[in-house]
């Protein structure tokens, strides 16, 4: 299979300081999940993981219905519910919406689908200023970077690099900087004519929106401004308000080790008579943008349930260890491994499925008990299928034939002698990141007639 | 849905220490002359924002947008709280604005000890539908914070970084 793009993993391991700072921020994020989810704090965790499991799937399994329910109620609330096929096809939508508003100014929070659809890009052409407010997420739009990890996009950052982005002094502490961002950001906020967030969760019964958050920027991008749009992903539904209450404790739990996170909205439509505050003019952006593709596929459909809480990538070996950049799309770690295949074809990164140790980290760890190691293996399955290597298919279907007749497996005893492997030739590759235990003195079979069983 | 199990009496303390973790500061107070004098003392000096809520008695500034973006201190009822989390609950039906509780640094908030619900399963119990009673239900659950810079613990980002929450009738 071809290997990985090198070059950025290299990069990465080479590299001491982002090495521990990938290694301690995810450490750090994994210790607080795991201290919110303990048996004497969260005595149902496994049920409420089950139960949002099966909430998940009922909505996908039923998802027509759900979305048009949902966009009946956005309407019945004084909202409008915009379809998009396309990435290109919601672009065009906000793009247009500004210029009929006259809007040159849009703040953004935190949005991991307007990453997928490249929505800044596309505003930017319009000339139109779009302007990132979650702190992470300034500071890489500023630095010209793409978030690094699904809920702390500026892990690989330090102070120093901060101070340098924002112009501060080079010893200014995370509170000098977090301040002189707020300070910019507050005047973004009260100037800007559109506010685009995205949506944690679709509630269909209520035609509202569920933005999750610590900071307060979803808050105000969502408040302050005369136009509010959410962009998200169809999969995102959930039936009722009340789920909220399995979804809300899984979330913040998963994401960063809050029982609840600081900040929850429930938005259903633009401001009503008698209220002092609020949008005008609402709107929720559904893309499809190849999810339709997936929710065909049965067996690889429940990759939709995520929540984006990035738990599965603090706990992936190989994420803590290649970062966040070593992925090709927006979506890293074990999440971004089964969805960029199956949203960007599973030829273009073939590697991909294959950079995993199949420890089963990711699938213990995730909320909505999505079976990534499982779906990593059907993709496996699928590449090696369609254009798997010629010579590597008749190695394996060779080795299953000796391992099935124990004599000519017995006239191997040779290998054993090497004691080690020539790095040569395909092995090199594969032998210059792992370590071979030492064989030992007697094979089983030796053993075995020794011990007089034969 | 799972209703914690915990006795009425006890759900202003285990309120109190849920916010205190977080943070936040809780005041009891006996009655609402004892919590407005409160108030008073805390506001004094400062610019101040507040709703119209009748149990905030009237005071400092009116809601507009200015005077949200200028005010120290931002002055808010609330609908409900959750006493395992600390968190507070707001409504817009209740005529409380998004900003105040948002753009100042620091909030006030006044509840009476009888709206403190156990907990986000109560509360979904009580208002299955909040969209149909208000265009916005916030819940706030401590000070505004973030951890985007080497993963060090900030308060104060965009909402406030100040919390303080005043219980009457305890």
């Known amino acids: 299979m071809k290997s990985a793009p090198p070059q950025k993993i290299q990069q990465t391991l080479a590299d001491p300081k982002l090495q521990k700072a990938i290694y301690s921020a995810t450490g750090r ?187 307060g920027n979803a808050r105000l991008s969502s408040s302050a401004p005369a136009i509010h749009i959410a962009v998200a992903g169809i999969e995102k539904l959930i039936p009722r308000a009340q789920d909220l209450a399995v979804f809300l404790k899984l979330l913040g739990r998963s994401a960063t080790g809050q029982p609840l996170s600081v900040y929850t909205s429930f938005l259903a439509g633009p401001r009503r008579a008698g209220e002092p505050d609020g949008p005008e003019e609402f709107y929720v952006v559904l893309l499809d943008n190849g999810r339709t593709k997936i929710l065909a596929d049965p067996g690889k459909r429940q990759s939709l349930y995520c929540i984006r809480c990035g738990a599965c990538l603090n706990h992936c070996p ?91 497996y017995a006239q191997f005893r040779w290998v054993r002698k090497l004691r080690k492997l020539p790095a040569a030739g395909p092995l090199k590759a594969w032998l210059s990141q792992r370590d071979l235990p030492d064989l030992p003195k007697k094979s089983f079979r030796e053993q075995w007639r020794e011990r007089g069983r034969a | 849905m799972r209703l914690v199990d915990f006795p009425r009496e006890d759900l202003a303390a285990k309120f109190s220490d849920a916010l205190t973790a977080l943070n936040g500061n809780v005041v009891l107070a006996p009655d609402l002359d004892a919590a407005q004098a409160h108030l008073r003392t ?88 909040p969209g149909v009673q208000s265009s916005a239900m916030v819940l706030i659950t401590g000070p505004s914070r973030t951890a985007d810079i080497e993963m060090r613990l900030v308060r104060g980002v965009h909402g406030p970084g100040e919390i303080t929450v005043i219980i009457v009738g305890s």
Request: glycine share 8%.
């Open chain 1, 29 to 215: 994020l994994a210790g607080n999940r795991r201290k919110t989810i303990a048996a004497d704090v969260l005595p149902d965790y496994q049920e409420l993981r089950q139960h949002a499991h099966d909430l998940k799937k009922h909505t996908l399994d039923h998802l027509d219905a759900y979305l048009e329910e949902f966009e009946r109620n956005v309407a019945a609330r004084g909202g409008k519910v915009i379809w998009a096929s396309t990435g290109a096809e919601a672009c065009a939508f906000i793009g247009n919406l500004a210029r009929e508003r006259g809007v040159k100014l849009v703040v953004k929070s935190k949005s991991m689908t307007s990453e997928e659809i490249h929505l800044n890009e596309h505003l930017e052409k319009d000339g139109i200023d779009a302007v990132e407010t979650d702190l992470g997420e300034y500071i890489i739009q500023l630095a010209g970077e793409k978030p690094y990890h699904i809920i702390a996009p500026a892990l690989h950052k330090t102070r120093e690099q901060v101070a340098e982005v924002l112009h501060a002094e080079a010893d200014s502490t995370p509170e000098d900087l977090t301040a002189i961002a707020r300070v910019a950001l507050r005047e973004k906020f009260l100037a800007a004519g559109i506010g685009i967030t995205g949506a944690n969760f679709l509630v269909a019964d209520s035609g509202a929106i569920v933005l999750v958050e610590n900071e």
């Open chain 1, 318 to 408: 190989v994420y803590r260890k290649i970062g966040g950049y070593s992925y090709p799309w927006v979506y890293s770690g074990p999440i971004g491994k089964i969805l960029t295949p199956q949203f960007m074809g599973r030829e273009q990164d073939p590697w991909l499925p294959f950079a995993s140790s199949l420890c089963g980290a990711c699938g213990e760890v995730c909320p909505v008990k999505i079976e990534i190691p499982k779906i990593l293996l059907e993709l496996r399955q699928e590449i090696v299928e369609k254009s798997g290597d010629r010579r590597e298919r008749m190695a394996f279907r060779m080795f299953a034939w000796i391992m099935r007749h124990p004599h000519i």
């Open chain 2, 42 to 129: 805390m506001l004094a000096g400062k610019r101040v924002v507040a709703s119209r809520a009748p149990i905030l008695g009237g005071i400092g500034e009116e809601y507009s947008r200015e005077a949200c973006a200028a005010a120290d201190i931002g002055v808010t009822s609330a609908d409900f709280a959750l006493a395992d989390t600390g968190t507070l609950v707001f409504l817009t039906e209740s005529r409380e604005s998004r900003l105040i509780s948002l753009l100042p640094p620091r909030h006030i908030a006044v509840i009476e000890r009888d709206r403190i619900l156990t907990s986000l399963d109560e509360l979904l119990s009580r208002v299955p539908h």
